[in-house]
C-alpha cells in the first residue's frame, strides 16, 4: 500500500508570518492568526476568500477552539485574552495579562489556562472571565500545554527545557521532567492518553510513558531544527510535525515511523518556517507558515 500526499490549495492574504491555526465547528472550516493581529475565518473548499474575524492590537500566537460553546479564545499578545462567539461573530468577553506574548490557551471544565512568557500559568473562571491561579514554576517562557482529561492533568512545556504536570483539579504541581536540551515548544496527548509527545529546538521528538510516571519512552531525531508542532490525527492512527526547517512530516503513530516528508522541493511546500498544524480530517491537514500563507494538503493511502 502506497502512502500518498497532495498539496490541494494554498490559502493567502495575511501580510505577515502565520502563527496558528484551528478548526471550527464546521468540519470544512479553520481560523488563522498571524503577525498582523487579523484573525480569519477560511473555507477549504473556497480558497483565498477568508473572513476577517476580528482585528487584534498586537501579533496573535495562541488560538483555541471551544466547541462545546462555539467559543475561539484569541491571545492578544502583551494585552490578554478574548473569545468570539462563532455564531454571532461578535466578542463575547476579554481579560487583561501580564505584558508578556501568549503562547498557547487551553480550557477544561470552567477553567481556562494561558501559557505567559513571563513563565506563568494564569487559571482563568471562563464564566465570569475572572482570575483564580497564577502558577509559576520557572522565569522561562511557558511554550506549550496540553490537557489528559483522563489523569486529570495539565502538561506545560517550558523554555527552561522542562515539561511539567500539575493536577487539573488542585493545580498542585506534581512532576517536573528534565525533558531536552533546548526549548520545549510542542506537547501533545496521544488519543488514548497513555502516552505525551514533545518536541523541542534540539529538533527531537520524545514520547513519554504516562502508566509508567513519564518515562521516557521513544525518543527520535525529528527534523534538521526546532519542532514548533506536533498533532494527531483525529483517528490517531498518524501524527504530523512541522520545523523551522521548513518541512512538514507525517509518522505513523503505533512505530514512530516517518511515513512523508512535505517541502518545497518535493510538494511545493512552505519556503520558510512552518508554525502549525491542524487535521480537517484524517485525510486533509492545514499548515501555517512564517512564509504568510497556510495550505491544504491532502493525505491518503492508495
Known sequence: MKFEVEKVESFTGHKDCVYNVCGSTDSHKFFSSAGDGLIVEWDSRIPDLGKPL???QHSVYALHLEKEDNLLWVGDNFEGIRSFDLISRKETG??????????????????????????????????????????????????????????????????????????LNSFELKKQINAHRNS???LAYSPNFESLYSGSRDAHIKNWNIQNN???????????????????????????TCSMDKSIKIW????????????Q???????????????????????????????LWKIGQY
Request: no cysteine.
Open 54 to 56: 476580528a482585528q487584534m
Open 94 to 167: 476579554s481579560l487583561a495579562l501580564n505584558k508578556a506574548a501568549i503562547f498557547d490557551i487551553k480550557t477544561y471544565n470552567s477553567n481556562v489556562f494561558i501559557a505567559g512568557g513571563d513563565g506563568v500559568i494564569t487559571v482563568v473562571d471562563k464564566e465570569i472571565l475572572a482570575f483564580k491561579k497564577h502558577l509559576k514554576s520557572s522565569s522561562k517562557s511557558v511554550r506549550a500545554l496540553a490537557i489528559n482529561p483522563v489523569e486529570r492533568e495539565l502538561a506545560a512545556g517550558y523554555s527552561d527545557h522542562t515539561i511539567r504536570i500539575f493536577d
Open 184 to 186: 520545549v515548544f510542542t
Open 214 to 240: 513519564y518515562e521516557l519512552s521513544e525518543q527520535v531525531i525529528g527534523h534538521m531544527y526546532t519542532i514548533n508542532h506536533i498533532s494527531f490525527s483525529p483517528a490517531g492512527k498518524l501524527f504530523a
Open 252 to 263: 505513523d503513530s503505533a512505530q514512530m515511523k516517518l511515513l512523508k516528508v512535505l517541502d
Open 265 to 295: 522541493t518535493r510538494h511545493a511546500g512552505h519556503g520558510t518556517s512552518v508554525n502549525r498544524l491542524h487535521w480537517l480530517s484524517d485525510e486533509s491537514l492545514v499548515s501555517a507558515s512564517d512564509d504568510r500563507s497556510l495550505s
